[in-house]
């Protein structure tokens, strides 16, 4: 594409933009389709009651996905965004296979490996494309489109899983989605796709940011701003994926059945989702620090309130707070990386903190399983809660005042 044709913003780019936002919502629907029924299909499959066990697939997922995050970011720039994208979803085809044929445990943590790699390379290129295309005055508004088509795909998927799920059976016919999720999603990339690394130079010659030295330093520990959005991204995953492996068995201890079971999870990200058509834009015109205190303050407390209240409307309602926490903080992580460092080391930025981010994922199956096992299913809820709000307090004193 030359130079004197390339035009930034989402209204000029929406015909790739659009088929980016249809893309990403088939990555999400990938790890939808997981997020009701795996606590069942371990206990009914392969005999585990462990919680620890059962959220070993959460771990290998979320540390393959943490360290590809981090590479991909790296590859971003000399690789190709839509090479890393096709990568991705070829790794993705045997997914549901191995699940539908797993003989072993081994084999379903295997998938989650192969899970983790495949989103970690998918999803990253299609946040970075985004951003390519929308320049400056759009960022939050193509971050709240990408994470809402992922997330609102995410509980689409953890509905329909369970609702099949309820009605035919656990296996196979929930990872029959897969399988069209994944061909769809490869072919579109293939044939449609573009690559976007040409708009990110175009960028780099009116940005005003400033180049960082270390990337990886700055964004982890050094500077301000983006080490703060970094420890709250861990946080955020790192709830996430206690919400994830742990809450359905909660519900099932509240003797919620496996259909209410997939309304309740599945409420967290489609609120996620659709809320994040809203925050995105939010975060264009609004203080990116307030926005994530507040984000992570209320997450906390909807985590914290799963313990005390055990009726459907009540669960429902603080699937919804979640939901509404989690859509603040997380369209404004991305534009605040984006507004925070230099075109040219964009990718990479993002990369790093969605390395530390995704690690949360592992990090959070590791310790919420552990404290699970050793004190009892509240004692994780409980310190997990408290994580989540003590987020909120480093965002509070820690990051400046940062406007767009």
Same mark, same amino acid.
């Given at each position: 594409?030359?130079?004197?044709?390339?035009?930034?913003?989402?209204?000029?780019?929406?015909?790739?933009?659009?088929?980016?936002?249809?893309?990403?919502? !088939?990555?999400?629907?990938?790890?939808?389709?997981?997020?009701?029924? %795996?606590?069942?299909?371990?206990?009914?499959?392969?005999?585990?009651?462990?919680?620890?066990?059962?959220?070993?697939?959460?771990? &290998?997922?979320? !540390?393959?996905? &943490?360290?590809?995050?981090? %590479?991909?970011?790296?590859?971003?720039?000399? !690789?190709?965004?839509?090479?890393?994208? #096709?990568?991705?979803?070829?790794?993705?085809?045997?997914?549901?296979?191995?699940?539908?044929?797993?003989?072993?445990?081994?084999?379903?943590? *295997?998938?989650?490996?192969?899970?983790?790699?495949?989103?970690?390379?998918?999803?990253?290129?299609?946040?970075?494309?985004?951003?390519?295309?929308?320049?400056?005055?759009?960022?939050? *508004?193509?971050?709240?489109?990408?994470?809402?088509?992922?997330? *609102?795909?995410?509980?689409?998927?953890?509905?329909?899983?369970?609702?099949?799920?309820?009605?035919?059976?656990?296996?196979?016919?929930?990872?029959?989605?897969?399988?069209?999720?994944?061909?769809?999603?490869?072919?579109?990339?293939?044939?449609?796709?573009?690559?976007?690394?040409?708009?990110?130079?175009?960028?780099?010659? @009116?940005?005003?940011?400033?180049?960082?030295?270390?990337?990886?330093?700055?964004?982890?520990?050094?500077?301000?701003?983006?080490?703060?959005?970094?420890?709250?991204?861990?946080?955020?995953?790192?709830?996430?994926?206690? #919400?994830?492996?742990?809450?359905?068995?909660?519900?099932?201890?509240?003797?919620?059945?496996?259909?209410?079971?997939?309304?309740?999870?599945?409420?967290?990200?489609?609120?996620?989702?659709?809320?994040?058509?809203? @925050?995105?834009?939010?975060?264009?015109?609004?203080?990116?620090?307030?926005?994530?205190?507040?984000?992570?303050?209320?997450?906390? *407390?909807?985590?914290?309130?799963?313990?005390?209240?055990?009726?459907?409307?009540?669960?429902?309602?603080?699937?919804?707070?979640?939901?509404?926490?989690?859509?603040?903080?997380?369209?404004?992580?991305?534009?605040?990386?984006? &507004?925070?460092?230099?075109?040219?080391?964009?990718?990479?930025?993002?990369?790093?903190?969605?390395?530390?981010?995704?690690?949360?994922?592992?990090?959070?199956?590791?310790?919420?399983?552990?404290?699970?096992?050793?004190?009892?299913?509240?004692?994780?809820?409980?310190?997990?809660?408290?994580?989540?709000?003590?987020? &909120?307090?480093?965002?509070?004193?820690?990051?400046?005042?940062?406007?767009?």
């Amino acid at each position: 594409m030359p130079h004197k044709n390339i035009r930034l913003g989402l209204k000029e780019n929406w015909k790739q933009f659009t088929l980016l936002v249809i893309v990403n919502a !088939f990555v999400g629907g990938m790890v939808g389709l997981e997020r009701t029924i %795996f606590p069942e299909f371990a206990s009914v499959k392969f005999g585990i009651s462990s919680y620890f066990a059962v959220l070993s697939f959460i771990m &290998a997922f979320g !540390f393959s996905k &943490a360290i590809v995050n981090y %590479f991909a970011g790296k590859l971003a720039n000399s !690789f190709g965004r839509k090479n890393l994208l #096709i990568l991705g979803w070829s790794i993705a085809l045997p997914i549901p296979f191995l699940l539908i044929y797993a003989e072993s445990w081994y084999i379903v943590v *295997l998938s989650n490996v192969l899970l983790g790699i495949s989103q970690g390379l998918t999803w990253s290129s299609t946040v970075v494309m985004k951003i390519d295309l929308a320049g400056e005055k759009d960022r939050g *508004l193509a971050m709240g489109l990408n994470e809402f088509a992922g997330y *609102l795909s995410v509980g689409i998927f953890a509905w329909l899983t369970g609702y099949i799920a309820d009605r035919f059976g656990i296996i196979p016919y929930p990872f029959y989605l897969g399988i069209l999720l994944s061909v769809f999603g490869l072919l579109l990339s293939i044939f449609f796709v573009n690559d976007t690394r040409v708009f990110t130079r175009h960028e780099y010659k @009116t940005s005003p940011s400033k180049t960082l030295g270390n990337i990886f330093w700055e964004t982890t520990f050094k500077n301000k701003t983006l080490s703060s959005v970094t420890q709250a991204g861990l946080v955020n995953n790192l709830n996430d994926g206690m #919400i994830w492996g742990l809450l359905p068995i909660l519900l099932f201890q509240y003797r919620i059945n496996i259909a209410d079971i997939g309304i309740i999870t599945a409420t967290y990200p489609v609120v996620w989702g659709i809320g994040q058509l809203f @925050t995105g834009k939010m975060s264009d015109h609004y203080s990116k620090k307030s926005m994530l205190f507040w984000g992570m303050f209320i997450q906390g *407390l909807a985590i914290s309130g799963f313990l005390f209240l055990q009726k459907f409307g009540y669960l429902i309602s603080l699937s919804i707070i979640l939901g509404l926490g989690t859509a603040l903080v997380y369209p404004t992580f991305l534009s605040t990386i984006a &507004a925070a460092t230099s075109p040219l080391q964009r990718a990479e930025s993002i990369g790093t903190f969605r390395l530390w981010r995704d690690l949360g994922y592992a990090i959070g199956a590791f310790v919420s399983g552990a404290l699970s096992d050793i004190w009892g299913l509240p004692s994780a809820v409980t310190f997990i809660g408290i994580l989540t709000i003590l987020s &909120a307090v480093v965002i509070k004193f820690r990051m400046p005042n940062t406007f767009p």
